[in-house]
């Protein structure tokens, strides 16, 4: 199964798609950008923070500036079809800082890219994460959220080498630092209206992505999440990315 039908996105309709959470959003940014790229799409890569510049085998071209007038007018200009990378500047640590949530609604109006990727929360490379009170920072041109957890978190210690913003995971989640994280604790995190899904678009369709599900134990254990955490509002799929193995 590709990820395109896993997460069942109606590919001839614009999409903006933010990816929050943490535990793999820059390689499904990675994976999305290369499956929608073979449908001969025009497609938006950025993020509403920080991200490591792609290889160049991920993009067509790469954009940075901070003049908003000159990102624009480049956009207009694009006639073929590919990835295209967008940001406002290189940091020192040669990361792209990228564009804000305004000027990505405004590139949706727009209406060149037929997908518009964004990577739109920090996660520090750690499997878990929840929100500060900043975060994360979605456009509200947002159609498809897509939260990332990492089930490697799964028996560890709740701290600071595992997740990202664990202060607020604790109050979230009912623990403390050092407890072991469990199924209900994801299922309290997915839920939770401070949770993984903070500042989600009213209309924007809501996906949990339960990734690094690398074994038969791990998959069970996201299935078990899913039987607390779903609703009619709320979509799973629980994927291996680095294998590109997807299930429902």
């Avoid at 305004?102 to 109006?109: I, K, N, P, V």
């Avoid at 623990?175 to 009213?202: E, S, V, W, Y």
Wanted: charged fraction near 25%.
């Amino acid at each position: 199964m590709d990820m395109i039908k896993a997460l069942n996105i109606d590919i001839n309709k614009k999409h903006v798609i933010s990816i929050v959470g943490a535990g793999g959003k820059t390689t499904l940014l990675y994976n999305l950008s290369e499956e929608l790229k073979q449908f001969n799409k025009k497609i938006l890569l950025s993020t509403t923070t920080h991200i490591y510049i792609p290889p160049k085998d991920i993009n067509n071209d790469l954009i940075i500036s901070k003049d908003r007038k000159a990102l624009l007018g480049y956009v207009e200009a694009i006639r073929d079809k590919g990835v295209y990378v967008i940001g406002s500047e290189i940091t020192n640590e040669n990361k792209i800082k990228g564009i804000d949530i305004h000027f990505a609604d405004e590139l949706y109006g727009v209406g060149v890219f037929d997908f518009m990727l964004i990577e739109a929360d920090g996660g520090k490379k750690k499997p878990i994460k929840a929100p500060a009170e900043w975060e994360p920072a979605v456009p509200q041109s947002t159609t498809v959220l897509i939260g990332v957890i990492g089930m490697d978190s799964l028996g560890r210690a709740a701290g600071e080498e595992t997740v990202h913003r664990l202060d607020e995971f604790c109050i979230i989640c009912g623990c403390r630092p050092g407890d072991k994280i469990d199924t209900i604790m994801l299922a309290k995190l997915i839920r939770h209206p401070q949770g993984l899904f903070k500042n989600a678009p009213d209309n924007a369709k809501k996906i949990v992505l339960l990734n690094k599900a690398d074994n038969s134990g791990l998959r069970e254990a996201g299935l078990k999440i899913k039987s607390m955490a779903e609703d009619e509002n709320i979509g799973f799929v629980i994927a291996s990315l680095r294998n590109k193995m997807y299930w429902m």
